[in-house]
């Protein structure tokens, strides 16, 4: 598998918002001072096995 370079790595980081990323994908964040957390899922929607 060919590996991404640094540099590649660096731009990326730069330019995408991890939140954004992360809300895109359907997952709630919430602020909590200084950082941003997701509300851990319920015990009724986990997967089994």
């Given at each position: 598998?060919?590996?991404i370079p640094d540099a590649e790595i660096e731009r990326l980081k730069a330019e995408v918002s991890?939140?954004?990323l992360v809300e895109?994908?359907?997952?709630?964040?919430?602020k909590r001072g200084a950082s941003t957390s997701?509300?851990?899922?319920?015990?009724?929607?986990?997967?089994?096995g």
């Open positions: 598998m060919a590996r991890l939140v954004r895109a994908s359907g997952v709630a964040l919430e997701a509300a851990a899922r319920s015990t009724t929607t986990r997967r089994r």
